[in-house]
């Protein structure tokens, strides 16, 4: 069955960088798109960055442009999500999910949480 | 960006009756290929998104059939037949026809 499981969240101070990563099972990892998914404290869900099935190109949404760069090694089934410059509006639960049909959603990990304090 | 609406952000509904969700995209949701990529989510209290509906009306392998989707264009609906406690949680339609793909506020659905 697919799985996808985050790691690499944690507390980090304004300013500072954190790299997400997301183990993918269950499915050919390299022959589908990956979105990067987040969800502050209480909160609704925002989409935060998306990758092409090989890599060839990549979409960050207005927040993060910039600051985050998606990326995925598919010889490992692994998707990151490197965050620099991060905010205190970055805190939230980021999730890794699987496209099914062009941009749309299937399957969702369970999230790593970020929190960014001083 | 699509801004997605959804009405109503509350719905306190009684065990076995039906339930509604709308959504509403500020411009259409169909893709240069014919398709409409209008998915719906639903959240349970402390656990990730599932995938409920894909393609305005296409249930997800594993989900009850009293879940369905309608509409077309700019207007979608998320219905339950008869609303079981498990039900409870946040929905959320969400368009994935063109970038960024954006998200409604979420409707939170609960048992009076």
């Known amino acids: 069955q697919v799985q996808l499981v985050e790691s690499g969240g944690g507390v980090v101070q304004p300013g500072g960088s954190l790299r997400l990563s997301c183990a993918a099972s269950g499915f050919t990892f390299s022959s589908y798109g990956m979105h990067w998914v987040r969800q502050g404290p209480g909160k609704g869900l925002e989409w935060v960055a998306f990758?092409?099935?090989?890599?060839?190109?990549?979409y960050y949404a207005g927040s993060v442009k910039g600051r985050f760069t998606i990326s995925r090694d598919n010889s490992k089934n692994t998707l990151y999500l490197q965050m620099n410059s991060l905010r205190p509006e970055d805190t939230a639960v980021y999730y890794c999910?699987?496209?099914?049909?062009?941009?749309?959603?299937?399957?969702w990990g369970q999230g790593t949480l970020v929190t960014v304090s001083s | 960006d699509v801004v997605m609406t959804q009405t109503p952000l509350s719905s306190p509904v009684t065990l076995g009756q039906p339930a509604s969700i709308s959504c509403r995209s500020s411009?259409?949701?169909?893709?240069?290929?014919?398709?409409?990529?209008l998915s719906w989510l639903q959240q349970r209290p402390g656990q990730p998104p599932r995938l409920l509906i894909y393609k305005i009306s296409n249930r997800f392998s594993g989900v009850p059939d009293r879940f369905s989707g309608s509409g077309a264009g700019t207007d979608f609906t998320l219905k339950i037949s008869r609303v079981e406690a498990e039900d409870v949680g946040v929905y959320y339609c969400t368009q994935g026809t063109q970038f960024p793909v954006t998200f409604g506020q979420g409707t939170r659905l609960e048992i009076k």
């Open positions: 999910a699987k496209v099914a049909h062009l941009l749309e959603f299937d399957y």
């Open positions: 411009q259409s949701l169909v893709h240069s290929d014919g398709n409409t990529y």
């Open positions: 990758i092409r099935f090989d890599g060839s190109n990549s």
